[in-house]
DNA sequence: ATCCTACAATAGACTTTGTCTAAGTCAATC
DNA sequence: GATTGACTTAGACAAAGTCTATTGTAGGAT
């Protein structure tokens, strides 16, 4: 997914294109992106510096209501931002450093669940994240 | 496992045991607990009115420190704590009202994430997260 | 039983992450 | 280029968690 396909998709939906909406988009541009709102915010404020906190706020959750970014939680601290909303995958942290990594795991979780594990729920979703050491953390230890 | 298993078992490791360490200890026994900070606050007040934010929070890190605990992020906000720590097990989430049970799947989700997958990452640990609705919360919709 | 002291508990300041509001600004349309 | 409703902003507020200086006490020593 290119950037400017991301932009056309969303000024399409009646999106107001701002300098601000613009620069919060492509700060989270690419593969394997996880930031955080401070992240991004960090980012935004170089190509613009008087972007605000509330600003990247509000566009970041417009996003993830729109269905163009996905919120992932997988460290206990803050949300991460995820551009990768169109395929599904799960996620492989680095212990250590925090690295992040999109992972396509082979089979269906959902039907590994049997009836008798499922407490009368009707279960529609899986999240799953892989932890482990980095090639890099795993070399210094 | 019960209370005084673990209350014994921490006092074998030298854990001076004290009114409040033992109230957070007791309010955390229980299947399907996965309780906030907050929440154990709460209860532990009943029981001791004067005990203060500050210790539940040092006694519950403790506890995840001597593996008697885990910290569980199924929400995007507070963490909880699951006293269920030596039966490996994965969680069931109500998307609703935020009802968590323990479950086991089938298979072991570590095996399906084949190496072309994995970056170089040694793998030591996976984390299921199931969605869906409760009886109750789908009754209701 | 009492004393001692290292460890534990407390109140409250502080930090991080996130939300909300009132007032000012501007993108899109006319 | 004027209009206007949506967007942005600064800063107050809130929730979750951490840290520190002070006070209290569990459990061993006497
Ligand atoms: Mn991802
Ligand atoms: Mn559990
Ligand atoms: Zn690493
Ligand atoms: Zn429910």
Chains 1, 2 share one sequence.
Not at 78 to 95: E, G, T, W
Not at 131 to 140: D, Q, S, V, W, Y
């Amino acid at each position: 997914m290119r950037m400017s396909d991301l932009l056309e998709r969303l000024r399409g939906r009646g999106w107001r294109m701002t300098a601000q909406r613009r620069v919060v988009a492509e700060v989270l541009n690419g593969d394997h992106v996880h930031l955080t709102a401070d992240e991004v915010h960090a980012r935004a404020v170089v190509r613009l510096p008087e972007i605000s906190r509330a600003t990247v706020y509000n566009t970041l959750g417009e996003l993830v209501s729109l269905g163009e970014v996905l919120e992932v939680a997988t460290d206990k601290r803050a949300k991460r931002y995820d551009p990768n909303a169109h395929r599904p995958h799960h996620h492989l942290v680095c212990a250590q450093c925090g690295a992040i990594k999109d992972v396509h795991p082979d089979g269906n979780p959902l039907a590994d669940l049997p009836d008798s594990e499922r407490f009368g729920f009707t279960v529609s979703n899986v999240e799953v994240t892989y932890r482990g050491l980095c090639p890099n953390c795993a070399a210094a230890a």
